[in-house]
């Protein structure tokens, strides 16, 4: 019997979900000009309203991860979609700082669980040697959003207004939602759109009985563990960067490059670009890699650390070029770099997680999620006082701390090991 492959199917919906919830993100800086125009609102205040978010989104990674365990990613992830698309619209009817505060929030609540119930989606969908390219769908979405999300974003500010965005995309999230929770089985087997040949293929090589107890994640050895200690260190840092990008790369080129609205909805896109292809290649390459017996250990750790380095390097480059396209260019390295250790990390939550990689992503995404609550605020405090060159040599040094934290990962090492059943002879020889 020739295998389906809706297991892909559901990989592009992975994607365009992801792709939903960073264009969502990326639309409030976008946006940040005409909002602090019309609020009048400081460069700090409007840290202080990403650092809502992400206090919103970090405090749900754990318990998220946890939930998609123990109640399937297919009513989690569902949830959260819907939950996050409706603060998304309800952005539009901000007044003042306190309700933009309290629905930038709640916002972060609702996608705090997208990720890691994706993560437990990817473990149990794709097979073992699968885990890296599906990975890039879950996070190549999430990159695509905000090469897309300024350009949009300007078109539909500058001809319907700023809040006509946010109602708009706050829409297409609950269709998205709602795909979802029709399509997603928990289990593959149980899909109508999944034949026995691709089941097969996707539970090869797993131990299915383990995987299917329900059981809550052995939080005691996990936080003894360097291994758990590492991976959240590491992504910390690759957050903080990725969130200064994330927050600040409109307001950055308009004030410190000199760009016009217009301008900046082109050029802001290209550095997310580079780290949605970087993403892809990665996924496959490492693979691929792994296929042809490369170890885990070196094919991500690889890929983890050299993408840390290239991105610490690149943004150094960027604050002290003086040209404007240099700076782009530099800054469209530096963020596509880090599509290497995005998708080491989230592959590595896999790989010592297994069973419990929801619950690993999650730990993962709230500590990288600590330095999305630091880095909006951090950075606008360090603008202000220092310039803007400043505020990127500092964020370029963190990369340092990173490429360390990437040696202890080791993710040929399971954090949970499994008891293997002994032999008929070695029953014997007991």
């Not at 998220?64 to 992830?77: D, H, N, T, V």
């Not at 989606?121 to 699968?130: D, G, L, M, P, Q």
């Not at 896999?350 to 992503?361: A, E, P, R």
Request: glycine residues 8%; positive net charge; aromatic residues 16%.
């Amino acid at each position: 019997m020739k295998p389906t492959r809706f297991r892909w199917t559901l990989a592009v919906l992975m994607f365009s979900i992801t792709f939903m919830s960073y264009m969502d993100r990326v639309n409030l800086s976008v946006a940040t000009p005409m909002i602090m125009q019309e609020f009048s609102f400081s460069k700090v205040e409007i840290g202080l309203l990403q650092t809502a978010f992400f206090v919103g989104y970090a405090a749900m990674q754990i318990p998220g991860g946890m939930l998609a365990e123990f109640f399937g990613q297919r009513a989690i992830a569902a949830a959260a979609v819907g939950w996050w698309s409706v603060f998304t619209s309800l952005t539009a009817f901000a007044g003042n700082f306190t309700s933009f505060a309290a629905i930038r929030f709640f916002f972060g609540l609702g996608e705090g669980p997208c990720y890691p119930s994706m993560n437990n989606f990817i473990y149990r969908w794709y097979n073992k040697a699968e885990k890296a390219s599906a990975a890039s769908f879950l996070l190549g979405g999430a990159w695509v959003g905000p090469v897309f999300g300024p350009p949009i974003t300007v078109a539909m500010m500058l001809a319907f207004g700023w809040r006509s965005v946010f109602v708009s995309f706050g829409v297409v999230g609950l269709f998205l939602a709602l795909g979802w929770w029709f399509l997603a089985k928990n289990d593959p087997r149980k899909s109508p759109y999944v034949n026995a040949a691709e089941a097969a293929h996707i539970d090869d090589g797993r131990d299915f009985a383990a995987d299917e107890k329900k059981e809550l994640a052995p939080w005691r050895s996990f936080m003894t563990s360097s291994q758990f200690w590492a991976i959240g260190i590491q992504y910390f840092i690759t957050d903080y960067i990725m969130y200064v990008f994330l927050a600040w790369l409109p307001l950055y080129l308009m004030e410190a490059q000199g760009f016009s609205l217009q301008k900046m909805g082109v050029f802001a896109a290209f550095p997310w670009a580079a780290l949605c292809i970087m993403t892809f290649v990665t996924g496959f390459a490492s693979d691929k890699l792994i296929a042809s017996g490369v170890t885990k250990h070196k094919a991500r750790t690889f890929f983890g650390a050299a993408g840390l380095l290239v991105s610490g390097l690149a943004l150094y480059m960027a604050a002290v070029s003086h040209d404007t396209t240099m700076n782009v260019f530099w800054l469209t390295v530096s963020l596509g770099s880090l599509g290497c250790t995005f998708n080491a990390s989230w592959a590595c939550c896999i790989d010592i997680g297994g069973k419990f990689c929801g619950s690993v992503s999650g730990w993962m995404n709230f500590v990288g999620n600590v330095g999305g609550v630091l880095a909006p605020t951090l950075t606008a405090w360090i603008a202000t006082n220092y310039g803007w060159q400043a505020a990127i040599m500092a964020t370029s040094f963190s990369a340092v701390i990173g490429v360390v934290a990437w040696f202890a990962v080791k993710p040929d090492v399971p954090l949970v090991l499994r008891k293997v059943p002994l032999t008929v002879s070695e029953t014997t020889k007991v």
